[in-house]
């Protein structure tokens, strides 16, 4: 048997999410590669939203954005056509939740652009792999994240407070971390805040907005980072009238390696 | 009239140094130019100092080693002589500090070697630069260094603790000084630690053992980086039989850019 080549994990990953083989989280699958948020919004309120991105890079920095109706988005990876190859998506009508069916064929639309946005797996494996230990992965929980008081710039109809994920981290490890982030500006970069959480308006470390609490052990420092989700508080606020996302943790694989996005 | 060149700056200070005119601290002298701490120790003992720094990069970078009994260090400045170019010496015997000269002409021996060690004005250049506040100086106050409990690499008699100057920054400050610092491994580099002070064995932030106090606000984050005056913990420690340094403050004043460390 010979070695598979490392993109031949993702297109593997893809294929068997297109099949509706697989319709569940995709930590851990495909390892090594790029894993990006989705929003799928008409041209009409596309522009706001690449405008809402532009001046938020830390929360939603831009991995891609396709041209209006094209399904194909050929720079993450070649047969990826984002109406099948997440696996599972958020249907949002008005700002609210109405389906969550895993492809979205039948939706489809010639006037929608999607837009896929770094996601933090990437650093968290480049933080793995210099030996940082982190401890919602080691206790295979969601990372914490949480509403904070950081606004983010509007544009058009979205706007909102910046949403933190937060990792507990030994001194020299959270110095070692923002180190390591800073290479990682297309995968929310370095964290915002570091320290007291009611500085960043967060009063209750142990009650996450959303994803799952972890204990911060007294020899720790909480590190907050932008989060992906950011941008799905916007849109909640914004209610556009159609909307798609992904499932929170059922992410867009691509082909590109999470090395390739270090500077 | 011309516009001086950057070295004449550095040129000009060091021969009002030379001349006996400048005795005192080093601090704000021929802006941008790298200043360095100093050790001079006979050649039995530099060997051991040399590992020592070796294997403590962090607190005693090294940007020149004389070879014995060679006053002149030309890779740090073409007119540059040890005996004569540092404001004021310690002279240390046993270690027991005996003497603080303007020149040390009369104490040169064919076995000494001296040690330029990077000294934090460099970063701390760059962090103002950035539009971080730094209170010391703000205040005009000398750093707050302490003894931390982080052993340094023994090697032959030195050994010690490892000494630390503390900065208090917002956390956003925090985090850029982070990045910054570490663009600048020849002068101490990033920080060793951050927040908790008992962590590193510091049971007070007002009482430093070396510098002078600052406060630390309440939305601030104490940060810690290696010190210069490491070194002369140790020395202290081993009490070598002859040895000289800089007296605090008064460093030598190298042709060397601050900017032109940075990686």
Redesign the interface.
Known sequence: MSAASPTDKAVKARAAIRSGEWTGHTSGLAEGHVQGNVVILPELLANDFLRYCQRNPKPCPLLAVSEPGEALLPSLGADIDIRTDVPRYRLWRDGVLTDQPTDINNLWRSDLITFVIGCSFSFEEALLESGIPLRHIAQNRNVAMYRSNIATAPAGVFNGPMVVSMRPLK??D??RA??IT?RFPNVHG???????PE?IGIADLAAPDYGDAVDVLP?E?PVFWACGVTPQAAITQARPEFCITHAPGAMLITDLLNHHLAI
């Open positions: 001194a020299t959270a110095i923002i180190q800073s370095a964290p915002v805040h570091i320290g007291n500085l020899d420092i």
